[in-house]
């Protein structure tokens, strides 16, 4: 990272590597036997593509590592008292953990808690903290009006939404633990290391009086961010804030199109389940022998057709979709750090009236020959010179540290997105290439036809 706080974006330079045929390296194992109603485990095995996106690094230099596994959601409790747990794994070889491998159970308001903890201490400092999951009631009541949350007893709807939010929780604490800083905050490491049950985070409860408190607060801050606009002196944050607001408006114009594609790839896996189902209904009353096993191959090709076309829905909302919702939260985080910096600001500029209040009271006193009060005038001059000093290296402390957050962050989101799409499109051309065998298999059938 460049010292002196400026965003360094490489130099653009790209390698060029020889080209494959698309499928040729991708292995599918796809057995007629799987469970095929995991709606969360592909039948795709997949093997790596050739190299992409090379000029991007996907691993950060360093011999630390930390690796944060959120699993096995559990219903503790009955009824509209009761809430899911999950097991939150870790492995690391950073010397603030007492332990290399440990393990913990924590619940969502935890989470949201540690949340809380590290924007009260971050936030003003300058440093982009990713934001937790958004609480959902209606998932939540769901849950605990349910019964335990398991795959042969839980719902799909309800499945889906505890592996959103399992997920959800589990890429919030890898990005976390991925902030130089952050990863060795002492509330960090005690929520991933202590065994013992975190103090009850009441005020995260989102009808809570705390949390109505919260919504009239949020209120304010957006409302003190359209009406005050800063004079600023520094043409970086200009440019950066205006990239920041286009990149935003675009991911979500973006995400909104990928939640309108899951939507259609369901309903068109719906659809083509009704065309086996109609085939194989065809093929039971069709005399001919030749014509009535190709309709029946039909047919079963189509069922395997709906669960890849199932499977290629859950592609772009787990790998793609929920990527591109949590960057709309992390730019939301961002424009959180640039807001800070303008409350800072508003605290200098404060400081300076005040300031020149006092110098000007001092001087009126000094005209007036009040020596009594002198004195004291010269104490709150010499107090509003040093709130003013300590307001304006605040001020510069936290414009440097959002240059140096702002270019960890775009390293970080190059890695990530790298990794994703690479992951999309292997997931996707694997996907293709079983569409494929799949209906290679029953052209013989259909030519033998007599």
């Known amino acids: 990272m460049d010292t002196n706080g400026t965003l360094d974006h490489g130099d653009g330079e790209q390698t060029a590597k020889h080209t494959q045929p698309a499928f040729d390296n991708v292995d599918i194992t796809s057995p007629d036997d799987e469970n095929e109603n995991d709606i969360f485990e592909s039948a795709i095995q997949q093997e790596p593509l050739s190299p992409v996106l090379e000029d991007v690094p996907t691993d950060e230099a360093g011999d ?242 709906e669960l890849l076309r199932s499977e290629q829905a859950n592609s772009d909302l787990y790998i793609l979709s929920e990527t591109i919702k949590d960057y709309i939260g992390l730019f939301g985080a961002i424009k959180d750090v640039f807001h800070e910096r303008v409350k800072v600001f508003q605290n200098w500029q404060h400081a300076q009236i005040q300031l ?22 010269q104490k709150e001059v010499e107090e509003w010179e040093g709130k003013v000093q300590r307001c304006q290296k605040e001020f510069d402390n936290i414009s440097s540290e959002i240059k140096k957050e702002m270019e960890r962050f775009e390293l970080a989101r190059a890695r990530d997105f790298k990794s994703t799409i690479i992951k999309y499109l292997q997931d996707q051309m694997a996907h293709q290439q079983q569409q494929m065998r799949y209906w290679e298999a029953i052209v013989p059938v259909a030519r033998d036809i007599a």
């Not at 619940?107 to 934001?131: A, C, E, N, T």
């Not at 009086?209 to 009406?227: D, H, P």
């Not at 020149?356 to 001087?363: G, I, L, Q």
Request: a positive charge.
């Open 356 to 377: 020149t209040k006092k110098r000007e009271n001092k001087a009126k006193l000094e005209y007036q020959d009040r020596r009594d009060k002198l004195e004291l005038a």
């Open 64 to 305: 630390t590592f930390i690796e944060i596994v959120v699993a096995d959601p559990q219903k503790v409790g009955d009824g509209m008292g009761s809430y899911l747990a999950y097991k939150v794994s870790t492995k690391t070889n950073i010397l603030k953990f007492k332990k290399r491998q440990f393990f913990t159970m924590r619940r969502f308001s935890d989470f949201l808690g540690l949340h809380d903890l590290l924007v009260s201490k971050y936030l003003r400092m300058g440093r982009i903290i990713p934001p937790a999951p958004e609480k959902n009631i209606i998932g939540t009541t769901k849950v605990r009006m349910g019964s335990q949350p398991q795959a042969e007893t839980g719902t799909g709807v309800n499945l889906e939404w505890i592996e959103n939010r399992r997920a959800s929780l589990e890429r919030f604490l890898n990005r976390v633990a991925q902030h130089p800083i952050l990863c060795q905050d002492t509330d960090f490491v005690n929520f991933l290391e202590s065994d013992q049950e975190l103090p009850r985070a009441v005020n995260t409860a989102a009808l809570s009086g705390a949390g109505v408190m919260r919504l009239f607060n949020k209120v304010g801050e957006t409302v003190n961010k359209i009406t005050y606009k800063m004079d600023e002196n520094d043409p970086w944050f200009n440019d950066k804030i205006n990239e920041v607001e286009t990149i935003d408006a675009h991911m979500q114009k973006l995400h909104s199109a990928i939640k309108a594609l899951v939507s259609h790839r369901k309903e068109l896996a719906t659809l083509t389940g009704g065309v086996a189902k109609s085939a194989a209904l065809l093929s039971t009353c069709e005399e001919h022998t030749g014509l009535s096993q190709a309709l029946s191959q039909l047919a079963d090709v189509e069922e395997k057709v």
